[in-house]
């Protein structure tokens, strides 16, 4: 209310400003002085009871002619100020009913403002009978050069509403975008601030967020632990297949459902291979594969079962080199 009133109060003065500005002119015109008439001013040492009068009767003649189409744009503005917060307001409700993310309502609710704001203006500069098409238009202009000039930073700014709004990654989630990996700190207009797993802040463009893949590990809640074990060919493999499932089934972390898979998947060059597959809650995912690889290892040396590693036999021929004859 208070700004209310201080800005009726600084058009009012505008207003009263420009009325003697004109009243001055028309009297400077009257008196037949050229440089008088050109320039515009009122020589106040030649003030006269008949000069006054004059000029009350131009400020009255203005305030008739403008008086109410000024009164009118000021109730434009304050009505037209209060509707657009008023319907702002109702927007931000809306979109928090529909729990879109608090940054995105925010921002969409002062976008909103902003541009019944300016269509508010607009009106109330029409009503005093000032022509708002060049205003349009250099509006227009601006808006062009200021689009090409942040060309990279508004496709960053496009891409984060879109992430705000379709959500495809969020606070807490451990993920692969951009060419980046870790867990995702804070989601902003421009740009995705993750965390990686040795601690380190990667700040990724929301540009290159939406522009690649995205990959993540979070969403669904589990995982699966791949791992390939492999022993000799001359252990048995149905001992050895024995010795790790019971290693996944004294662990706690492992999901019975999906079951673990434990298959013979290889027989390389130097080893028999069992792929190992269970599955874990994402928490869980990187304690469990460290702890059954230690585990998988143990167990297997304790049941006189070998896991092979690659090497290579060489046999040498002994026998006389041929002597070249002179």
């Known amino acids: 209310?208070?700004?209310?009133?201080?800005?009726?109060?600084?058009?009012?003065?505008?207003?009263?400003?420009?009325?003697?500005?004109?009243?001055?002119?028309?009297?400077?015109?009257?008196?037949?002085?050229?440089?008088?008439?050109?320039?515009?001013?009122?020589?106040?040492?030649?003030?006269?009871?008949?000069?006054?009068?004059?000029?009350?009767?131009?400020?009255?003649?203005?305030?008739?002619?403008?008086?109410?189409?000024?009164?009118?744009?000021?109730?434009?503005?304050?009505?037209?100020?209060?509707?657009?917060r008023?319907?702002?307001?109702?927007?931000?409700?809306?979109?928090?009913?529909?729990?879109?993310?608090?940054?995105?309502?925010?921002?969409?609710?002062?976008?909103?403002?902003?541009?019944?704001?300016?269509f508010v203006v607009l009106a109330a500069l029409a009503n005093v009978g000032v022509q708002t098409t060049s205003f349009i238009a250099v509006l227009g202009a601006a808006g062009l050069a200021v689009g090409l000039a942040l060309q990279g930073g508004l496709a960053n700014f496009a891409a984060g509403v879109l992430m705000l709004i379709f959500k495809?990654?969020?606070?807490?989630?451990?993920?692969?975008?951009?060419?980046a990996k870790g867990t995702v700190k804070e989601i902003s207009i421009f740009t995705t601030v993750l965390s990686s797993p040795d601690n380190v802040r990667i700040i990724v463009p929301n540009g290159?967020?939406?522009g690649g893949n995205i990959s993540n590990f979070t969403i669904n809640g589990t995982r699966r632990v791949d791992m390939v074990i492999g022993i000799s060919y001359g252990d048995d493999l149905k001992k050895a297949k024995k010795v790790i499932e019971d290693v996944l089934a004294k662990d706690e972390r492992i999901l019975p459902d999906p079951a673990p898979l434990v298959a013979v998947s290889e027989l390389g060059?130097?080893?028999?291979?069992?792929?190992?597959?269970?599955?874990?809650?994402?928490?869980?995912?990187?304690g469990t594969y460290?702890?059954?690889?230690?585990?998988?290892k143990i167990a297997l040396e304790d049941n006189g079962l070998t896991i092979p590693f690659p090497q290579r036999d060489v046999y040498v021929k002994e026998g006389k080199l041929a002597t070249a004859k002179k």
Do not use: C
């Open 1 to 84: 209310m208070r700004g209310q009133r201080t800005m009726a109060t600084t058009v009012g003065w505008i207003v009263f400003a420009a009325v003697m500005l004109a009243a001055t002119t028309a009297s400077a015109a009257a008196s037949g002085d050229p440089n008088e008439g050109t320039a515009g001013g009122l020589d106040i040492s030649d003030l006269s009871v008949s000069k006054a009068q004059e000029v009350l009767n131009q400020l009255y003649a203005y305030l008739a002619q403008y008086g109410l189409k000024i009164l009118g744009a000021v109730i434009i503005f304050l009505v037209g100020r209060w509707v657009a």
């Open 86 to 118: 008023l319907l702002s307001n109702l927007v931000a409700s809306a979109l928090t009913k529909a729990k879109m993310e608090l940054m995105l309502v925010q921002f969409i609710k002062d976008l909103s403002y902003i541009a019944m704001l300016i």
């Open 168 to 179: 495809p990654i969020h606070v807490g989630d451990f993920v692969e975008v951009g060419g």
């Open 208 to 210: 290159q967020v939406m």
């Open 269 to 286: 060059d130097s080893s028999v291979n069992f792929v190992v597959r269970p599955w874990v809650k994402s928490t869980d995912y990187w």
């Open 290 to 296: 460290f702890d059954l690889t230690a585990n998988i």
